[in-house]
């Protein structure tokens, strides 16, 4: 079984919990897709992301605060733009995509690492979309820390099996369930203390889509979308139809579920 080492870099204390209900967990859940959605500057199309207004002085126009997309009438994940990685010292560089997993460094030696490794690299892209490359998901630069925080955690993920109850006893886990892998991602950012199942999601922080993340749950099932991709166990609405915790489209429709996000984002 792959034991997952990483989360033990993580294990800070939390500052931003809020509580919920508790109730069983997990199991993969489908919604009737809807086909109206606008088209964003990048060609997505997408609905659904929560807007407000602040007031300004002086009488000025209110301005609209940033909101992801937490629907999307396409499936398409290309991204063709640049790709960069933060490195272990903090310095953000270009991203080099390493060749097939056993392939040497050239004269230096050694193996590059591929997603069944434990550790996997921080990625970032300019804007405030979260893109997806090579099954990992990169996050956006214009995004607040917690958030790429979050990205960074939920691709630690990518490659474990699903694993009903998984990431319940413990945030470390051989394999996560849905509810599993929401709180895996959330305590990467430490936005939550202790896993949570999909009905304590229900009443977990604030009510309503975020400006960043938004949880959908109910009492047999839980995905999170972050900046524009959707963190689920099912293979819903997703054509690579793999199960397990991985990085997917964003669904037509979120029919069925409550919409909870953390305090601020």
Not at 130 to 140: D, E, F, I, Q, T
Not at 228 to 243: C, H
């Amino acid at each position: 079984m792959l034991l997952f080492a990483a989360s033990a870099t993580w294990a800070r204390s939390a500052t931003k919990v809020a509580g919920g209900t508790s109730a069983s967990s997990s199991s993969s859940s489908s919604a009737t897709p809807t086909t109206t959605a606008p088209t964003t500057a990048s060609g997505a199309a997408v609905t659904g992301g929560a807007t407000s207004e602040t007031p300004a002085a002086g009488g000025a126009q209110p301005q609209k605060r940033h909101a992801a997309p937490i629907t999307a009438r396409t499936s398409s994940l290309v991204y063709k733009g640049p790709i960069y990685e933060k490195t272990a010292t903090g310095q953000i560089v270009p991203y080099v995509a390493p060749p097939p997993a056993g392939t040497a460094r050239g004269a230096t030696g050694g193996s590059y690492a591929d997603l069944a490794a434990d550790a996997k690299p921080e990625l970032l892209v300019p804007g405030v979309t979260a893109r997806y490359v090579k099954g990992l998901a990169a996050a956006p630069m214009s995004a607040p820390e917690d958030v790429q925080q979050i990205i960074w955690a939920g691709n630690q993920l990518i490659g474990l099996p699903y694993i009903y109850g998984g990431g319940h006893a413990s945030f470390v886990s051989p394999g996560y369930d849905c509810s599993g892998s929401v709180s895996f991602a959330l305590h990467g950012a430490d936005l939550i203390a202790a896993p949570m199942d999909s009905s304590e999601f229900m009443g977990w922080g604030e009510h309503g889509v975020g400006q960043w993340v938004t949880i959908f749950s109910n009492p047999e099932h839980a995905y999170m979308t972050v900046a524009g991709l959707r963190l689920d166990t099912s293979p819903a609405d997703d054509p690579s139809d793999r199960e397990g915790p991985r990085w997917r489209p964003l669904r037509p429709e979120n029919a069925g579920f409550v919409k909870r996000h953390p305090i601020d984002l």
